[in-house]
Nanobody
Framework: QIQLVQSGGGLVQPGGSLRLSCVDS????????LGWFRQAPGKDREFVAA????????YYSDSVKGRFTVSRDNAMSTGYLQMNDLIPEDTAVYYC??????????????????WGQGTQVTVSS
């Protein structure tokens, strides 16, 4: 059974960095690709990044490409989202999720689940 628990996040100034973590407390982490999404107030949940089971393939939204890095440590059943050069527009609740479709690389919300509990990231001076 997949159970994703997130940590990290918080308040950071523009230009700062944060790292989010996502741990699977079950024993299935290596069986799925891992995605990261975010949802700002009043907006739909949007794709941020995803990494394949093997770590070989990584995908990013255009808005975070070059600033965010997705990774995973299968031995630790943990996924990471390293966020650098943060801007106010990055403010949102961030979610990790297990891929449940072979088309996960398309970044569609319906291709992912279950989800982590979400963690708030606020970028403000």
């Amino acid at each position: 059974q997949i159970q994703l628990v997130q940590s990290g996040g918080g308040l950071v100034q523009p230009g700062g960095s944060l790292r989010l973590s996502c741990v699977d407390s079950g024993n299935t982490f290596e069986s799925y690709a891992l995605g990261w999404f975010r949802q700002a107030p009043g907006k739909d949940r949007e794709f941020v990044a995803a990494v394949s089971r093997s770590r070989r393939n990584k995908y990013y939204s255009d808005s975070v490409k070059g600033r965010f890095t997705v990774s995973r440590d299968n031995a630790m059943s943990t996924g990471y989202l390293q966020m650098n050069d943060l801007i106010p527009e990055d403010t949102a609740v961030y979610y990790c999720a297990a891929a449940r479709s072979n088309s996960w690389y398309q970044g569609r919300v319906e291709y992912f689940g279950p989800w982590g509990q979400g963690t708030q990231v606020t970028v403000s001076s």
